[in-house]
């Protein structure tokens, strides 16, 4: 009888944790890691080599794990300008060295900062910007092992957690970039006060994704949170290294949180939005702006805490596709201009947009016959919220469109993520030309292949 007992026992026993080895609990775990480049490292963001002088505020790498049922995921945001995609294929292989994460598993967006390092990017921007100078390159060296100690400490963290999420809203601190003036013709980055201004020439995306993640336990410590907008990350200037206004943003919900609470930003499409209020007569350049703009975007984080809504949990569904996208074509005139240009590259004389035309053209020369293949993201480990990673700096009316159309109940949108090949803008955009479409590498109608296939594979990850 009592051996009966002790077998009847058993097989509950063994039952009780098959049914757990197949039904694990949401567990989640973030860290971060320094990566702020030695002072004298060059700095990205403009079209000419500035070395560091000072920090502002340091520069992380982080990361957040999440698993359930034996699957796992990994988000990295990176204080940095844009993600190469040899950074991408790197780091990937650290990780999955140390974590058995696979590379597929693991999204790494950029930020945007432009008071970070320049990174390598295989373009004649490397000459321009210093990017193959010794600093940057033992920099680079160095960066896929720092950025996999984020995700294995995040990894080594993971604890039984609750997610939750929202969308809040921010309607007056972004701004689309691009204007309609009145005599019909377009213009780039608005000047203040112009009375020749009729409009913006496209929208702009006040959603502020919001997904917080807690301890699930009694005391329910608070381990991250993770902000989706859509604004360059342009308001410091000079030549210190800062994480920008994402860097205020974590601040302010750190001094509520707790340090221990890590705050994630992931840019959205704002390709070309920025926080410049052309409205406004007041300098929107410096620290006062990039701890103005954080805080405001702080405040409609808090603002939007009250709805945060529990997210019902699966074991993370991943989607993850290569693309190849068409280059532009250019005349031989075009390419006969811009090789003039190329020797006054560095004459602060000659504008951005003539520089930025003419770097694109000569790249897409010299590789002309190497394909543009690009990684579409999706991991969802709910359906209340969905995450895409698109690859370079998305027009705000793509975001919009795929937002729109997803199946999922939120979805937040990572640019600069896996790789970057620059701007990608909208199909109407490229007849207006300006800054963006200039420097763009890939095709008119690049940006809608990108946002249908994305939608293939965000319908894939919600109905598998
Ligand atoms: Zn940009």
């Given amino acids: 009888m ?35 480049p030695p002072i004298g490292t060059p700095m990205a963001g403009f079209y000419a080599m500035r070395s560091s002088v000072g920090v502002i505020d340091p520069i992380y790498a982080k990361a957040i794990v999440v698993e359930q049922d034996g699957g796992k995921a990994a988000f990295v945001v990176l204080d940095v300008a844009y993600t190469p995609r040899s950074l991408i294929v790197a780091t990937r292989k650290s990780i999955a060295e140390q974590t058995g994460i696979a590379g597929e598993r ?207 949990t699966f074991a993370p569904r991943v989607r993850s596709r290569m693309v190849m996208l068409q280059r532009r074509t250019f005349s031989g005139e075009e390419i006969a201009e811009a090789r003039l240009t190329a020797r006054r590259i560095s004459d602060p004389k000659v504008d951005t947009t003539t520089k930025a035309k003419a770097v694109c053209i000569l790249d897409t020369v010299a590789k002309k016959d190497a394909p543009l293949e690009v990684e579409l993201q999706v991991i969802a480990f709910s359906d209340g919220l969905a995450f895409v990673g698109l690859p370079g700096e998305i027009f705000v009316e793509l975001g919009l469109a795929l937002k729109k159309a997803s199946p999922f109940k939120r979805t937040f949108i990572a640019e600069l993520a896996n790789g970057s090949i620059g701007y990608i803008p909208n199909r109407s955009a490229y007849p207006e030309g300006l800054y963006e479409v200039v420097s763009a590498r890939c095709a008119e109608g690049s940006g809608e292949v990108l946002i249908e296939k994305a939608l293939q594979m965000l319908n894939e990850a919600k109905n598998p």
């Fill in 106 to 312: 693991v999204m790494i967006s950029a930020t945007h900062t432009h008071s970070g390092p320049t990174l390598t990017r295989d373009s004649m921007m490397d000459d321009i910007t210093g990017g193959k100078t010794p600093p940057v390159v033992d920099y680079m060296g160095k960066l896929p092992l720092l950025i996999a100690k984020a995700v294995a400490d995040a990894n080594a963290r993971l604890a039984p957690a609750n997610a939750s999420a929202t969308i809040g809203r921010e309607e007056n601190l972004s701004f689309n970039r691009r204007y309609v003036m009145k005599d019909g013709t377009f213009a780039w980055q608005g000047r203040k006060l112009d009375k020749n201004i009729l409009s913006p020439a496209g929208p702009i995306d006040p959603d502020v994704g919001v997904c917080y993640l807690a301890s699930s336990d009694k005391k329910a410590e608070p381990l991250a949170t993770y902000v989706n907008f859509a604004m360059h990350p342009t308001t410091i200037g000079g030549v210190k290294v800062s994480p920008d206004y994402p860097g205020y943003l974590a601040k302010r919900l750190a001094e509520y949180y707790g340090a221990e609470m890590l705050t994630f930003f992931a840019n959205g499409c704002c390709g070309n939005i920025n926080q410049n209020n052309v409205n406004w007569a007041a300098s929107q350049s410096g620290i006062h702006e990039g701890e103005r703009v954080g805080t405001v975007l702080a405040a409609a984080v808090f603002r939007a805490l009250p709805n945060l809504q529990p997210l019902q």
């Fill in 2 to 36: 009592r051996k009966m007992l002790n077998t009847c026992l058993a097989t509950l026993l063994l039952g009780a944790l098959s049914i757990c080895a197949a039904d694990t609990p949401f567990r989640a775990g973030a860290a971060r890691v320094d990566i702020t």
